[in-house]
């Protein structure tokens, strides 16, 4: 497919490096020469200098051939713009990122109005992805699949684990709830793992099941997973105003530190069930005055990754329990496990996904539809959900007749509203949402990816 992608920041650059390496054509705008000349250099891309919203820059990209443009600049107002100018031109569909909290209460109208194929609000999404992991606090990361009904959820193994030196196919008996771990990171080595396969002290795991499942399952396991009852959030930038209200709903009590005065009055008309505190989140003697000690998890979400940092790393040192690190540039990621540092949100990345799970949608498979996509163990694993249609060449033969591709796992079914954990003799059956964990570098699109020969 041909698609443009205005705005290279680190959105854009991201998505870059994740289209282009798909085998799409990709074009990226943006008004800075010199960011154009560096992404055409690190990526096998075409590059075009000039305002994404001028008729004669996006005709210059391409934008009447174009299948999809993506809009991802830092102002709303442009992103809507490009993707107006866009459709007008030819282009097929557009994505825009909106991150006003006005806007986003009129997507739909935006989408009709507007003609905008999908409309992307990092900060929301973020928001989301950390109510998940408060209420499973026992987990580093949670995913959800087939709206809600089943989660991925990624915990560190220490050496006294239950599950350490235990061999995976012994689980469902020993603890005798139906759950199964589909991917795991080990120094550097990822593993897709099989029933042999027996967890270290150090290793990461990724274990798919439903939430009732997976609380029973810890809960056998003698895995603490205390519920969270107070939460401080340190910045109150647009992912602390739509986490506070969002925890505020579950009746968590929230108490939300921000430096600015003006923003701090503004918080405290929005979010009227919270205590907003006027300060400086990086100040020692502040959070330990407003009882930091006592909180069951801390969120930093301020706007300067370094502090972020700092500040996790003092609550962790004061003995919160469970601390949220927000970063917005993806690439220190892998190094803030060396600090002690596990739990990490990238607004940047959880865009990224969202909009690749969208062009891998757009591929129009009659094999299968695609309904979720996450890219996990640092974006090496792609987790993705499936439901499948007559076109999937193995519909209704024994998974264990499959030939399906080495590092690739069937890690869940749904059928109606049964959930299937598969083993040899279960099935895939028209209509069944199915998901398939797999090395990223398999490139799986659809479910006839995952065999070995499948029929084109």
Known sequence: MRIIIVGCGKVGD??????????????VVDTDQAIIENVVNQYDVLGVVGNGAS???????GADKANLLIAVTASDELNIMCCMV????????????VRNPEYSEQIVFMRSEFGLSMAVNPEYSAAQEIQRIIRFPAALKVDTFCKGRVDLVEVKIGNEHPLCGRKLSELVSVCGVNVLVCAVKRGDEVIIPRGDFTPEAGDVIHITASHADLVSFFKKLGISDKRIRSVMILGGG???YFLARRLESLGIDVKLVERDRERAEQLAELLPRSMIIHGDAADSD??????IANMDAAVTLTGVDEENIMISL???KCGVDKVITKINRPGIMKL???I????????KAITANSILRYIRGLEHSDSSSIETLYKIVDGEVEAIEFVAADGFDDLGKPIKAMKIRRDIIVACIIRGSKIIYPHGDDTIEKGDTVIVVAKSEQAVHDLDDILENPVK
């Open 14 to 27: 991201l998505l870059t490096s994740y289209i282009s390496a798909e085998g799409h054509d990709v074009i």
């Open 55 to 61: 008729n004669s820059v996006q005709m210059e990209a």
């Open 340 to 347: 002690g540092l596990e739990c990490v949100v990238s607004p």
């Open 86 to 97: 866009a459709r007008k031109l030819g282009t097929r569909h557009t994505i825009a990122r």
């Open 314 to 316: 003092y609550a962790a």
């Open 238 to 240: 647009k992912i602390a």
């Open 336 to 338: 803030l496990s060396s």
């Open 286 to 291: 502040l959070l330990d005055e407003e009882g």
